[in-house]
């Protein structure tokens, strides 16, 4: 069983930056793929970085334009997003994800349905 919770969404300007974290709890800690999603209200979720937890981050949006870094603190089992210049576009609520096959891969990194554990969702509202 894999429980993920989300932590830092709330409002910032547009240009500025913002931190999310997602705490990963488990009954075993085991390697896993991860990944980071948007999502806006009658849209499907959008796949922004996927991180393998034992080598580091393995997928980036080409939407993301290079503004988001995926990072995983080991000894906390926290996986975080960074986001930078952040625009309006950007705004919606933003979940992690974690995958029960570590043989995901290539395209298949920012797709949703390849996840099996999903945390509640937090919302980043960007204005301009």
């Known amino acids: 069983q894999v429980r993920l919770m989300e932590s830092g969404g709330g409002s910032v300007q547009a240009g500025g930056s913002l931190k999310l974290s997602c705490a990963v709890s488990?009954?075993?800690?085991?390697?896993?793929?991860m990944a980071w999603f948007r999502q806006i209200p009658g849209k499907a979720r959008v796949g922004l970085a996927a991180l393998d937890t034992g080598s580091g981050p393995v997928a980036y949006a080409d939407a993301g334009h290079g503004r988001f870094t995926v990072s995983h603190d080991s000894a906390k089992n926290i996986f975080d997003l960074q986001g930078h210049n952040l625009q309006p576009d950007d705004t919606g609520t933003y979940y992690c994800?974690?995958?029960?096959?570590?043989?995901?891969?290539?395209?298949?990194?920012?797709?949703?349905?390849?996840?099996?554990?999903w945390g509640q969702g937090t919302q980043v509202t960007v204005s301009s």
């Open positions: 488990e009954d075993t800690k085991t390697r896993r793929i």
């Open positions: 994800a974690a995958a029960a096959d570590t043989s995901v891969w290539g395209p298949f990194l920012l797709s949703p349905t390849k996840y099996d554990y």
